[in-house]
């Protein structure tokens, strides 16, 4: 059971940190994914539940040396036989015996070798999906943390959370449009997961013979067919029972071939985890591509970004938002934004109101005034 062991683990790594600084969406690829692939590939060398990841029917005594020869060379199905009856034709889909072993009968053959890196393949792509959030997480420093520490009422004695509303007020106003970076590395980061998820689309299409793309189509058209009339795209892209050829010298010294029999019981999951990675990508793709779509949004309809604060908190009135986005840049905007996700919306209101105040304030007495250094701008 250490294998159930070690997935209960990542459970822990689900759990959302004390500070939260990026979308749900975003903490869905570096969170969720990580742990739908890493718990996958743990699963897969769980031989308590799978037994060997091969097991071959052969005429020969020394069957641990034909699995191994199997298994580290490759198995192969023949195209021809995946629509042939089985129990009559054809032992199982796409297993036969071959009719003779020339040039263009072995053409026909589909080697399968992919299944001893499925395990390594699976976690290099969970370090992919991870690569956005460490990017992020060195490029964002803590700040985040550092703004919203102190501000909860149930935490720390009223004077002190008085205090560090001060700070966090006098902090936004001497820094005032000085926030563009923060917002744009961590948006930079939004895109690099999109990037990544399609580009694995590709990548696992790569890895399974040009077969993933259109993996999932294949199996929900497959469940919608009549019995008689459908071939499982499972069992051609992953099947459970393959051939697989070995020689070897007679007592003679001729040279002798032998057909093995090739199980593949590991297959049995890895049909199943190919598909959930197929749906969860296409699921997450989608997700991304319009979370990237808002922010493209954000920044060029500068009007959306009053509605968007006043919406993900409506403790504070909707004049106040305005007020003081229309006097601030996009970065010190998303700083504001993100951080009513992190304190106590009554603590977070009155910043926002004495913030609209000193804003108003400077605004007033700066002589740059006429320059509009806190006028509305697009960005």
């Known amino acids: 059971m250490s ?24 903490r869905l690829h570096y969170q969720f994914t990580v742990v739908l692939l890493i718990g996958a590939s743990i699963l897969l060398t769980a031989a308590e539940f799978f037994g060997l990841p091969i097991n071959c029917i052969t005429n020969l005594d020394q069957k641990n040396v034909i699995n191994t020869y199997c298994w580290i060379h490759s ?42 890196w499925v ?43 008085t205090s560090r509303k001060k700070v966090i007020i006098d902090y936004i106003v001497k820094h005032i449009r000085m926030h563009n ?16 998820i399609i580009g694995q689309l590709f990548l696992v299409d790569k890895f399974l013979g040009g077969e993933f793309l259109t993996y999932g189509p294949r199996v929900v058209e497959y469940s919608e067919m009549d019995q008689e ?6 069992i051609y892209v992953f099947p459970r029972m393959t051939k697989c050829t070995f020689h070897k010298f007679g007592p003679s010294g001729t040279l002798e071939r032998h057909d093995a029999f090739c199980l593949l019981p590991l297959n049995i999951l890895n049909e199943k985890v190919f598909i959930t990675v197929w749906f969860w990508y296409v699921i997450l793709g989608t997700l991304l ?3 990237i779509l808002y922010r493209i949004a954000l920044f060029t309809l500068p009007g959306l970004r009053p509605r968007a604060m006043h919406k993900h908190n409506k403790a504070v009135p909707i004049e106040t938002v305005e007020a003081i986005t229309n006097k601030t840049s996009i970065g010190d905007w998303w700083i504001l934004y993100v951080l009513s996700t992190n304190i106590d919306p009554l603590v977070y209101r009155d910043i926002m109101t004495r913030l609209s105040k000193e ?11 006429s320059a509009g250094l806190y006028s509305s701008s697009s960005v």
């Not at 159930?4 to 975003?26: M, P, Q, R, W």
């Not at 129990?87 to 070798?113: C, L, M, T």
């Not at 009339?229 to 499972?234: A, G, L």
């Open 3 to 26: 294998a159930i062991k070690y997935i209960g683990g990542l459970k822990a790594y689900l759990a959302a940190g004390e500070c939260v600084n990026e979308s749900s969406i975003f």
């Open 75 to 116: 198995t192969f199905t023949i195209q021809d036989y995946y629509l042939r009856e089985r129990g009559s034709q054809v032992a199982e889909p796409g297993v036969g015996s071959p009719q003779g072993y020339d040039e263009e009968i072995e053409a026909k053959w589909r080697f399968h070798n992919y299944y001893q």
């Open 119 to 161: 395990v390594f393949f699976l976690f290099f792509q969970a370090f992919l999906c991870y690569i956005p959030k460490f990017i992020w997480n060195t490029c964002e420093g803590g700040l985040m943390a550092t703004i919203a520490k102190g501000l909860n009422p149930g935490l720390h004695r009223e004077e002190e959370v």
């Open 181 to 196: 970076g923060y917002v744009f590395k961590y948006w930079f980061c939004e895109l690099l997961s999109f990037v990544n």
């Open 229 to 234: 009339e459908r071939v499982d795209p499972m």
């Open 289 to 291: 591509g319009a979370l």
């Open 359 to 369: 804003i108003e304030t400077a605004n007033s007495n700066s002589p740059y005034n």
